[in-house]
């Protein structure tokens, strides 16, 4: 009797395991636990610190993010990031919108050129940031030899791309736009692919013409593909620091040194682990309250819908 | 006719998975063991690639590997090379965090400037020198090897130093002074010929190149004994104003063009050089081999000569920066430190070592009695850096703070030179990052 009661239980603890998801996510959740949520937890830990790279003895302290708010290139720091991030956004977004389309209306019409528009914008994504900094460093080339500047500049004299500041800013923002466009063009490319046909005609025979289509169908149809698009694009943006690296290291001075950048400047050029962390923290706050903004005004849009 | 199915049990297929596991794990460790590289009798050496067997000059690795495997025959030990990534500031504050938590390789090279930081972690290795002796060093490596406590800390085996070089075609006698160099410099002025040029980039040689000397020149001092920084105090102050000045004057008044703000390290300005379009311009020693490639040897050495880094003054008071590499050497067994440092020795150090991998690299070496071994050669302008190095050579700062204003001033030049700020609003900025 007591033998069959144990067997029973037996059963009932070993069902309850096998029926429970449990044991099947939890290899998953110590995997994420020590390669995600570690790394943040460390990353915040050491951000009320003034440890250096090199070790030794650290304390807690403030005064990390007492000194990155003092620091007289913060407020700088913040406006580079957020006119670089801005910019950056807007336009992959809406180049990566336009050329989907086009290459969407070359496909349906069988141009073979689609699909080699296509693939070109496609490799731009696939270079790794550090060779595009490079690529389009030497596009930006300001002596005789620069090719930019060999087609648009006039004889002796040169456009400073790299050497002005607020151009150079925008030299940097246009390459990660011609950088970052690919993605939004996949996004939105196989969006496209999704629409219904039927609703697209209807729209057609109702008499929409195609501004009409754009705007009133095919763009609320495309809605969450797009927020998609701006929360990934938007964080990619803000972490992006291997291209800027590569063409100007953040100068002339600090006219381009964007938050990511700064991040890896101070832990890896100053052993400044303590700054470098508080400066990470404040990026991944930046990173989540855009994306809550983000949620917020499209929950706000289709509540109005 | 049934077959009888054979069920293999939850507890037998964990016993048998087990099993497989700890095989796996033994036959992996035998296999590890069987490693002659990575045993005990096996000595970690990190080199970065230009100076490790991944390195792509073929005459290069072939003396790597030639005197890694006679070290190997006549001492019993083998080297298990370690190769780090190429950007090498990251590469060396990799290696301090190793250090710091007793991981670093066996022997490792670091950057000179970076050894002090170092002291804490390296093994003494006074007692391995033998016929080396430490007062052959140039007084600036000496500093650099020696802690505070007298001890041999590391043993430097290149060293390099920042030069002017000019166009004896345009140039017949070099200016020493600033003033004479701005004159010359706007005297040489046409769309066809840039007359000045020097690195004002994000990074290192923006400071150590094209500020530095103009700053150590006047008497003016980053950092007191402390390692506390006083650049920007009293007469440091003045002295760092001049120096911004002087680069802001230079690209005022068109010697200088806004685009060295691209120029990050010397070897970006060999372009413009090949151009033939450079009348002056700041650079390393280092530079003379890859320009004679790029060049051609025979014009590049009838058309360039090397002189001081002009001073504010001028005449012979000048000063220039010295950088090169060191031999840290972090186990602490006994053992191992002594033959490291006699592999170290026989490839880099003695006489024939250090001459050898001089040679073979275009490097200069940081013992005088080097330059006289007949293995030893040199180029045409050695001799000239030679004296540069006795006379107006000196190291960074060995502060704790130094990466700091290192940052801090690139960034002044840049400012400077982009017309970003004046000379005194750039190093206000710079004093205040480095004191926030």
């Known amino acids: 009797m007591l033998s069959e009661k144990k067997i029973a239980g037996r059963r009932t603890w070993s069902e309850t395991i096998t029926d429970s998801p449990s044991p099947w996510l939890f290899p998953l959740g110590i995997i994420l636990g020590a390669t995600f949520l570690y790394p943040i937890f460390e990353i915040a830990r050491l951000s009320f610190t003034n440890a250096g790279l090199i070790g030794g003895g650290y304390s807690y302290t403030f005064e990390s993010y007492l000194s990155l708010l003092q620091s007289p290139n913060f407020a700088n720091m913040l406006k580079v990031t957020a006119m670089f991030v801005s910019f950056s956004v807007v336009f992959q977004m809406l180049f990566g919108f336009l050329i989907a389309l086009l290459v969407d209306q070359g496909a349906k019409r069988g141009l073979r050129v689609s699909m080699v528009t296509r693939t070109a914008v496609l490799s731009a994504w696939a270079i790794p940031g550090v060779i595009i900094g490079i690529i389009w460093s030497i596009l930006y080339e300001q002596s005789a030899a620069g090719i930019l500047n060999y087609v648009l500049s006039s004889p002796g004299q040169t456009i400073p791309f790299l050497s002005d500041p607020?151009?150079?800013?925008?030299?940097?923002?246009?390459?990660?736009?011609?950088?970052?466009?690919?993605?939004?063009?996949?996004?939105?490319?196989?969006?496209?692919?999704?629409?219904?046909?039927?609703?697209?005609?209807?729209?057609?025979?109702?008499?929409?013409?195609?501004?009409?289509?754009?705007?009133?169908?095919?763009?609320?149809?495309?809605?969450?593909?797009?927020?998609?698009?701006?929360?990934?694009?938007?964080?990619?943006?803000?972490?992006?620091?291997?291209m800027v690296l590569a063409l100007t290291g953040g100068g002339p001075g600090r006219s381009t040194e964007v938050v990511a950048l700064s991040i890896y400047n101070q832990i890896f050029r100053q052993f400044n682990l303590g700054q470098g962390a508080a400066t990470a923290v404040l990026l991944l706050t930046i990173n989540i309250v855009v994306t809550f903004v983000y949620i917020r005004f499209l929950e706000g849009n289709q509540e109005v819908r | 006719m049934s077959i009888a199915k054979r069920v293999v049990s939850r507890r037998e297929f964990l016993r048998l998975g087990g099993a497989g596991v700890a095989g796996a794990l033994l036959l992996g460790s035998v296999g590890c063991?069987?490693?002659?590289?990575?045993?005990?009798?096996?000595?970690?050496?990190?080199?970065?690639?230009?100076?490790?067997?991944?390195?792509?000059?073929?005459?290069?690795?072939?003396?790597?590997?030639?005197?890694?495997?006679?070290?190997?025959?006549?001492s019993g030990y083998a080297i298990d090379p370690l190769v780090t990534s190429s950007d090498v500031t990251e590469a060396m504050a990799l290696l301090l965090e190793q250090a710091s938590q007793n991981r670093a390789p066996d022997i490792a090279m670091v950057d000179s400037y970076i050894f002090p930081r170092f002291y804490d972690f390296v093994q003494p290795i006074g007692d391995y020198l033998g016929d080396i002796s430490l007062s052959d060093y140039f007084p600036f490596a000496r500093e650099v090897m020696t802690g505070e406590d007298g001890e041999v800390k590391g043993l430097q085996f290149t060293t390099d130093v920042r030069v002017m070089y000019y166009r004896t075609d345009l140039i017949s006698t070099p200016p020493t002074s600033w003033a004479e160099l701005l004159r010359t410099g706007q005297d040489l002025l046409s769309e066809e010929l840039t007359p000045y040029l020097f690195p004002a980039g994000r990074d290192e040689a923006t400071v150590t190149t094209s500020l530095f000397p103009y700053f150590w020149a006047q008497g003016g001092e980053l950092t007191d004994a402390d390692g506390t920084p006083v650049f920007g105090e009293g007469e440091n102050r003045e002295a760092m104003v001049n120096s911004l000045s002087f680069i802001e004057e230079c690209v005022e008044s068109g010697i200088t063009p806004r685009r060295v703000t691209d120029y990050a390290k010397e070897t970006d300005l060999n372009g413009d050089v090949a151009s033939g379009r450079t009348a002056m311009f700041l650079g390393g020693n280092w530079q003379v081999n890859l320009l004679k490639e790029i060049i051609g040897a025979e014009q590049f050495v009838s058309q360039w000569e090397v002189a001081p880094v002009p001073s504010m003054e001028g005449g012979p008071n000048h000063t220039t920066t010295a950088g090169g590499w060191v031999w840290g050497v972090f186990p602490e067994d006994e053992e191992k430190q002594r033959a490291g440092v006699d592999f170290l020795k026989t490839a880099f150090v003695s006489d024939q070592g250090m001459a050898g991998w001089c040679s073979i690299g275009g490097y200069?070496?940081?013992?005088?009695?080097?330059?006289?071994?007949?293995?030893?050669?040199?180029?045409?302008?050695?001799?000239?850096?030679?004296?540069?190095?006795?006379?107006?050579?000196?190291?960074?700062p060995a502060a704790e703070t130094y990466q700091d204003i290192s940052t801090a001033l690139q960034v002044a030049v840049g400012q400077v030179v982009s017309r970003d700020a004046s000379p005194e609003q750039a190093l206000e900025t710079a004093v205040r990052s480095v004191s926030g």
Not at chain 1, 175 to 188: K, Y
């Open chain 2, 364 to 396: 200069l070496p940081p013992r005088q009695a080097v330059f006289e071994v007949p293995d030893y050669r040199g180029n045409e302008y050695t001799d000239t850096f030679r004296e540069h190095l006795n006379r107006y050579a000196r190291n960074r």
């Open chain 2, 33 to 74: 063991g069987g490693d002659n590289k990575s045993g005990e009798n096996a000595i970690r050496w990190q080199a970065i690639p230009a100076y490790s067997l991944q390195a792509p000059d073929e005459n290069r690795v072939e003396y790597l590997q030639n005197a890694i495997s006679s070290w190997e025959e006549s």
């Open chain 1, 166 to 242: 607020q151009l150079a800013l925008a030299s940097v923002t246009v390459a990660n736009i011609w950088r970052g466009t690919a993605f939004s063009m996949i996004l939105v490319y196989a969006g496209l692919q999704t629409l219904p046909s039927d609703v697209m005609e209807a729209a057609k025979v109702d008499g929409a013409n195609a501004w009409q289509r754009l705007f009133r169908v095919m763009l609320p149809l495309l809605a969450p593909i797009l927020f998609i698009d701006l929360v990934v694009v938007s964080i990619e943006t803000f972490n992006t620091f291997d």
